[in-house]
């Protein structure tokens, strides 16, 4: 398995932007593909966009199209979500995820981090 550990979360009037980054351990990191997700008070948790091992892939839920942008740096074993335009049903705690190379499900999970956008 991947250890993962989030930071970056913060509170941040609608509008404006956070980056969230996920520092991971493990030999396998560089061959993961890692994802982020969120979880709202009173709701299930979401997808929000992955990445693809190499980077070449991603893929977001439409809600994030077009003002998240998932990256990722090999040699740092981070994975980042910058996130831009937020609005205030952005707030959730969001989870760093890694998917397992074996069962293709995502197995790995950080701790999460809050954030919280006022209207």
């Known amino acids: 398995q991947v250890q993962l550990v989030e930071s970056g979360g913060g509170l941040v009037q609608a509008g404006g932007s956070l980056r969230l980054s996920c520092a991971a351990s493990?030999?396998?990191?560089?061959?993961?593909?890692m994802g982020w997700f969120r979880q709202a008070p009173g709701k299930e948790r979401e997808f929000v966009a992955r990445?693809?091992?190499?980077?070449?892939?991603?893929v977001y839920a439409d809600s994030v199209k077009g003002r998240f942008t998932i990256s990722r740096d090999n040699t740092k074993n981070t994975v980042y979500l910058q996130m831009n335009s937020l609005k205030p049903e952005d707030t959730a705690v969001y989870y760093c995820?890694?998917?397992?190379?074996?069962?293709?499900?995502?197995?790995?999970w950080g701790q999460g981090s809050q954030v919280t956008v006022s209207s």
């Open positions: 995820a890694a998917r397992s190379i074996l069962s293709g499900k995502f197995d790995s």
């Open positions: 493990g030999r396998t990191f560089s061959r993961n593909t």
């Open positions: 990445i693809s091992w190499s980077g070449d892939n991603t």
